[in-house]
């Protein structure tokens, strides 16, 4: 259940980020903008996933 709030919670404030940049940027930049920010994102969620396992697995 908590599972379900928390993935809800998380798309609406993706759109609620693609919202605000296309809002002040406009279509073009807006979603250029967006979707750096979301790739840099996920790029230091999977680096620090990485040390996680790597600090996790080495007790």
Do not use: P
């Not at 259940?1 to 919202?19: D, E, F, I, Q, Y």
């Not at 940049?21 to 680096?47: H, P, R």
């Amino acid at each position: 259940m908590l599972s379900r709030v928390l993935r809800g919670a998380g798309w609406c404030a993706l759109l609620v980020a693609l919202w605000l940049a296309v809002a002040v940027q406009g279509w073009a930049l807006g979603l250029v903008w967006y979707s750096g920010c979301t790739s840099l994102a996920a790029g230091i969620v999977y680096g620090l996933l990485i040390v996680y396992a790597q600090r996790t697995s080495a007790r």
